[in-house]
């Protein structure tokens, strides 16, 4: 099964701005997803911008496009270069009983959001439980969700 797992440190520093996520929007513009930190939480946007050199804005500091390494940071922060990727997709399967069919809604409500702010396309397949026999995973998937039964 494909895994992609990626860690993130977020430093929670006054008006920190760190790049999460950056990806092909189209061939001459890049999505990015900032976060910028205040000591209490982080709040993150998304913008894109026109593929050149030097990315200025109002709001945040410079950023470099490195066009050789394919990748964008703020200046004075290579070290926190981000790669850019195409444009990301994620598999999804949700198995579930019969009774939990508003959770299954909700799920999907919630990656549909997901899909829509950070231009992921998620892909979810729905497999309802089909008497005692159990779920069996046969195809790959990045994430899968289970319901089945309540833990409480």
């Known amino acids: 099964m494909h895994t992609h797992i990626t860690w993130h440190e977020i430093p929670p520093f ?31 946007e998304r913008f894109t911008f026109v593929k050149k ?16 390494e394919e990748q964008v940071y703020f200046k004075n922060k290579k070290y926190a270069a981000v790669s850019i990727e195409n444009k990301p997709e994620l598999r999804t399967i949700i198995y579930y009983d019969s009774s939990f069919k508003k959770d299954k809604n909700y799920l999907n409500a919630a990656l549909t959001s997901i899909s829509e702010y950070t ?12 008497g005692t026999s159990g779920f069996h995973l046969n195809e790959a998937a990045d994430a899968v969700f289970y319901f089945e039964m309540p833990l409480y």
Not at 20 to 41: F, P, V
Request: glycine share 4%; no cysteine.
């Open 119 to 130: 231009d992921i396309q998620i892909d979810v397949k729905e497999k309802i439980k089909n």
């Open 53 to 68: 050199d030097i990315i200025q804005t109002d709001e945040l500091p410079d950023i470099i496009f490195n066009k050789n």
């Open 14 to 44: 006054n008006d920190n701005h760190h790049i999460l996520r950056a990806w092909q929007h189209s061939d001459n513009k890049l999505t990015l997803i900032i976060g910028k930190s205040n000591g209490e939480h982080t709040l993150f």
